[in-house]
């Protein structure tokens, strides 16, 4: 017998949740941001709204599923199931932080703060919340296949995300590596730089745009639902033993990049979130192209 589906709320505590955390009270909290310049009353009206959005698509999940909350800094010890509709309640970024650890699971987008969040992953609105459901869990249902980067190093460690995916330093100074194709016969370069961004079409608005346009380069951006990628280097430096030749590209479904350590140590994370990074040193190699796993993301 199959289990009934479950909504799984995904959400991220509010500025003014961290603000009481920090401050304690309410009028402390008023005190520190009116000393800086800012109200607290704009700050509580959006926590407003956020809980109230929370409050509202939680009560429109269907009474014969099962439902369950998840906190953005949970996600990494929350077990997601096969038969699981996530429905992210906040920013477009929270899409991007959920979409690593999923596996196919249909995400709905919902938008908290209409006009303030761009909604080019939370798309919806939380009076929509019920047609949503029924329109998930139906066989018929329409998505759209965001392409999904990863990382997968020689030790089996294995890391995805939806916007981008940098490979360097920790604090972003310098780092010493060999890149190139992951193809038999393909020269790799030496190179020593503040790290490597690789990116999908998701990712083609943030971090990985500045750098295509500081630089006015030749690959055009991809669409989220492409299938390809854009690499960059950041801050490629020429010396005796280093070169600047392969400082930016593109992968198509069937192409790797690869990059062998020559420092004592670099982090690969995904869509900034440094805490959850995989660490690779001497000697260690890691691949990186387009996933097989795609972000299914309710139209």
């Known amino acids: 017998m199959s289990l009934a589906p479950r909504a799984v709320l995904v959400h991220r505590t509010t500025e003014y949740e961290e603000l009481l955390a920090r ?50 800094a949970d996600l990494d010890r929350f077990l997601f199931g096969p038969e699981d509709v996530v429905v992210v309640v906040g920013q477009d970024g929270l899409v991007a932080n959920v979409a690593k650890y999923l596996s196919g699971q249909p995400v709905v987008g919902i938008d908290t703060d209409p006009g303030r969040n761009p909604g080019v992953l939370v798309r919806h609105r939380p009076c929509d919340a019920a047609a949503l459901f029924r329109a998930a869990a139906s066989p018929g249902r329409t998505t759209d296949d965001l392409t999904m980067v990863e990382a997968v190093a020689d030790d089996t460690q294995r890391l995805l995300a939806l916007n981008e995916i ?3 330093p920790p604090g972003h100074q310098t780092a010493r590596y060999r890149l190139g194709p992951d193809a038999e016969g393909s020269p790799a370069e030496p190179q020593a730089s503040s790290g490597v961004l690789v990116g999908t079409g998701t990712g083609s608005t943030g971090w990985l745009r500045s750098l295509w346009q500081e630089r006015g380069s030749t690959p055009t951006l991809p669409g989220p639902t492409d299938p390809r990628l854009v690499w960059f280097v950041r801050e490629a430096w020429p010396s005796p033993t280093t070169g600047t030749s392969l400082v930016a590209g593109e992968l198509r479904r069937d192409q790797r990049l690869l990059l062998t350590v020559e420092s004592d140590r670099v982090v690969v994370f995904g869509d900034g979130m440094e805490g959850d990074a995989l660490e690779l040193t001497w000697g260690q190699t890691v691949r990186i192209g387009i996933s097989a796993t795609s972000l299914r993301l309710t139209a």
Do not use: K, M, N
């Not at 401050?23 to 008023?30: K, L, N, V």
């Not at 009353?41 to 909350?69: I, K």
């Open 23 to 72: 401050h304690g009270t309410h009028g402390q909290a008023e005190f520190f941001l009116s000393s800086r310049g800012r109200s607290i009353e704009e700050v509580a009206l959006r926590h407003g709204r956020t809980r109230q959005a929370l409050a509202d698509v939680a009560a429109a999940v269907p009474l014969q599923w099962r439902q369950s909350r998840v906190e953005r």
């Open 166 to 168: 940098y490979l360097g």
